[in-house]
């Protein structure tokens, strides 16, 4: 069993930055899939970014260019940098942790992004 620990997240006016952090308890697998999803109120969840433990990344085409994912494999930590946050971008954001085959799949609690004026 793995727990995710979330952080970063809170209100941001448009044009502004936020940096979310998901700790990982200990370390789960040699071979992962680390990634921000969100969800925004009426909406399905959706893929933000993610990173493989061979530090391949995948983004969305909405945020590509502003987001960034990134890793410290000693702090088992992953973060994402927002940049340039639009209003559009508001969502519970939650990090998720799988190995390659989704023989395991951990999610955190979710952390509130805001984007508004």
């Known amino acids: 069993q793995v727990q995710l620990v979330e952080s970063g997240g809170g209100l941001v006016q448009p044009g502004g930055s936020l940096r979310l952090s998901c700790a990982a308890s200990?370390?789960?697998?040699?071979?992962?899939?680390m990634g921000w999803y969100r969800q925004a109120p009426g909406n399905e969840r959706e893929l933000v970014a993610r990173?493989?433990?061979?530090?391949?990344?995948n983004y969305a085409d909405s945020v590509k260019a502003r987001f960034t994912i990134s890793r410290d494999n000693a702090k088992n930590t992953v973060y994402l940098q927002m940049n340039n946050l639009k209003p559009e971008d508001t969502a519970v954001y939650y990090c998720n942790l799988r190995d390659g085959s989704y023989t395991y799949d951990y999610w955190g609690q979710g952390t509130q992004v805001t984007v508004s004026s």
């Open positions: 990173i493989t433990s061979f530090g391949s990344t």
């Open positions: 200990r370390r789960a697998f040699s071979i992962y899939v």
